[in-house]
T-cell receptor, first 113, second 112 residues
Framework: DAGVTQSPTHLIKTRGQQVTLRCSPKSGHDTVSWYQQALGQGPQFIFQ???????QRGNFPDRFSGHQFPNYSSELNVNALLLGDSALYLC????????????FGPGTRLTVT | RKEVEQDPGPFNVPEGATVAFNCTYS??????FFWYRQDCRKEPKLLMS???SGNEDGRFTAQLNRASQYISLLIRDSKLSDSATYLC?????????????FGTGTRLTVIP
């Protein structure tokens, strides 16, 4: 039973560039949430996708956008990168019914220089 | 005010000790509660859910006090492998939806 997978593992970008991160949910899960974790902080909720639509959104600017595909995989896009966007980006999957338990992928570590 | 607040620690305890972590949450509409464990440079992993009646899983006991909006985690007979950051997590999702609010985490080091 494959768990949550994310790619790439690490990424280095420069300010102003755009980046796309990818996530495949755990088998049987249909909901994908994205989180940003800065060093020494807990993960911060970015948004959640269910049935290919953004269902909820945290306090992040429009530079952060996403997409969910029919196979439930998801992408996170960040435009006009800032130094402060450097963080670990975590994807978590769950089932969109009554389960509130989310399973995390290993994350993508983004460094903006 | 943050949705979830934790003492960041660090807590340094000897093997075999009992250690307790506390957490408070601000939103009285919070629906479900969890403790996650995060090892250094790894993803968070669910340790246990927290129920109003309290629940126990081996050496770990979690308690929830809705009136005080307070959550606790007790670890008995600490092992070296318990060294990690423990994240208090609250779900404030809408019906049918879910998103998690994380505390900053409490770092535990168990010393030989």
């Amino acid at each position: 039973d494959a768990g949550v997978t994310q790619s790439p593992t690490h990424l280095i970008k420069t300010r102003g560039q755009q980046v796309t991160l990818r996530c495949s949910p755990k088998s049987g899960h249909d909901t994908v949430s994205w989180y940003q974790q800065a060093l020494g902080q807990g993960p911060q909720f970015i948004f959640q996708y269910y049935e290919e639509e953004e269902r909820q959104r945290g306090n992040f600017p429009d530079r952060f956008s996403g997409h969910q595909f029919p196979n439930y995989s998801s992408e996170l896009n960040v435009n006009a990168l800032l130094l402060g966007d450097s963080a670990l980006y975590l994807c978590a999957s769950s089932w969109g019914g009554d389960s509130y338990e989310q399973y995390f992928g290993p994350g993508t570590r983004l460094t903006v220089t | 005010r943050k949705e979830v607040e934790q003492d960041p620690g660090p807590f340094n305890v000897p093997e075999g000790a009992t250690v307790a972590f506390n957490c408070t949450y601000s939103n009285s509409a919070s629906q479900s509660f969890f403790w996650y464990r995060q090892d250094c440079r790894k993803e968070p992993k669910l340790l246990m859910s927290v129920y109003s009646s309290g629940n126990e899983d081996g050496r770990f006991t979690a308690q929830l006090n809705r009136a005080s909006q307070y959550i606790s985690l007790l670890i008995r007979d600490s092992k070296l492998s318990d060294s990690a950051t423990y994240l208090c997590v609250v779900n404030i999702g809408q019906t049918g939806a879910n998103n998690l609010f994380f505390g900053t985490g409490t770092r535990l080091t168990v010393i030989p």
